[in-house]
């Protein structure tokens, strides 16, 4: 059984600030900033408002204040990263490579850009690379959410098939974050596969005790009751996740079963 359970951490700032020059007064004059600052303001507030239009899900806006953002700076991170993000969602996956390589090339050590990208190779089925680049992210001692790395680098050793290194990689992201989802789903995912179906079903009730119902753990959550052999546990599952995510990937292989 294999599942997606990754999770994409991006953080940028959301603050809005004024563009161009400052006017001066006779009483406090005000320094006008060189052109270089400006066109980096002005990437930063173009990645904001890309950023924002992205999570209404206005992708064609977003896009194009992402496309003036790198005008303004081909170099900022953070705008490569939201860009990536954005054509991953519309499954432009060759652009959304390139943004996400180009964000680790800027930032060679960047704890999340190196997770970002790793994450974006796992899901293409490109494991050993990806471990590198989550190995990248966990080097950096600024990297302030470690878990998150941890927790999809165990997720994609799941997928490689290495399922005592996933193991021990999710128990160390679960030590430094109880709470981390993704992590609680991809163990789950572990233990069914070891044949420890109740410590499997343990973990999922945490895992939708804070993330909810997804097609991922509805799936896991309907293997895990047939192999405890309750069938109306099963049907539940399985009910669920026809009705609320018909055209997911989990539920067309639950149809495809009979």
Same mark, same amino acid.
């Given at each position: 059984?294999?599942?997606?359970?990754?999770?994409?951490?991006?953080?940028?700032?959301?603050?809005?600030?004024?563009?161009?020059?400052?006017?001066?007064?006779?009483?406090?004059?005000?320094?006008?900033?060189?052109?270089?600052?400006?066109?980096?303001?002005?990437?930063?507030?173009?990645?904001?408002?890309?950023?924002?239009?992205?999570?209404?899900?206005?992708?064609?806006?977003?896009?194009?204040?992402?496309?003036?953002?790198?005008?303004?700076?081909?170099?900022?991170?953070?705008?490569?990263?939201?860009?990536?993000?954005?054509?991953?969602?519309?499954?432009?996956?060759?652009?959304?490579?390139?943004?996400?390589?180009?964000?680790?090339? #800027?930032?060679?050590?960047?704890?999340?850009?190196? /997770?970002?990208? @790793?994450?974006? %190779?796992? !899901?293409? =089925?490109?494991?050993? +690379?990806?471990?590198?680049?989550?190995?990248?992210?966990?080097?950096?001692?600024?990297?302030?959410?470690?878990?998150?790395?941890?927790?999809?680098?165990?997720?994609?050793?799941?997928?490689?098939?290495?399922?005592?290194?996933?193991?021990?990689? #999710?128990?160390?992201?679960?030590?430094?974050?109880? /709470?981390?989802? @993704?992590?609680? %789903?991809? !163990?789950? =995912?572990?233990?069914? +596969?070891?044949?420890?179906?109740?410590?499997?079903?343990?973990?999922?009730?945490?895992?939708?005790?804070?993330?909810?119902?997804?097609?991922?753990?509805?799936?896991?959550?309907?293997?895990?009751?047939?192999?405890?052999?309750?069938?109306?546990?099963?049907?539940?599952?399985?009910?669920?996740?026809?009705?609320?995510?018909?055209?997911?990937?989990?539920?067309?292989?639950?149809?495809?079963?009979?």
């Amino acid at each position: 059984m294999r599942h997606k359970s990754f999770l994409l951490g991006i953080a940028i700032a959301a603050s809005s600030l004024l563009l161009g020059g400052c006017g001066n007064t006779a009483s406090s004059p005000v320094k006008k900033e060189d052109p270089k600052t400006q066109r980096q303001e002005a990437a930063r507030v173009h990645t904001e408002l890309g950023q924002k239009y992205l999570q209404q899900g206005k992708s064609e806006i977003a896009l194009e204040k992402l496309n003036k953002a790198l005008e303004f700076d081909p170099d900022y991170v953070d705008a490569h990263t939201v860009i990536a993000v954005l054509y991953e969602s519309i499954n432009d996956k060759a652009k959304a490579e390139e943004h996400y390589r180009r964000a680790v090339q #800027l930032k060679p050590k960047g704890g999340a850009e190196n /997770n970002n990208y @790793g994450r974006f %190779l796992c !899901m293409q =089925g490109r494991y050993g +690379e990806a471990e590198d680049y989550f190995k990248k992210a966990l080097a950096d001692p600024f990297y302030d959410t470690p878990a998150l790395a941890m927790s999809n680098a165990g997720s994609c050793l799941l997928h490689a098939g290495k399922r005592d290194e996933a193991e021990d990689m #999710l128990r160390k992201a679960l030590t430094v974050n109880p /709470n981390d989802a @993704g992590a609680l %789903l991809s !163990m789950g =995912g572990v233990l069914y +596969e070891k044949g420890e179906y109740l410590n499997a079903r343990g973990f999922l009730q945490r895992y939708e005790a804070i993330a909810g119902a997804q097609p991922a753990s509805l799936l896991l959550g309907r293997n895990i009751e047939l192999r405890m052999g309750n069938a109306s546990g099963a049907s539940e599952y399985s009910r669920k996740l026809l009705r609320n995510f018909p055209q997911s990937p989990e539920a067309v292989s639950l149809n495809a079963q009979g």
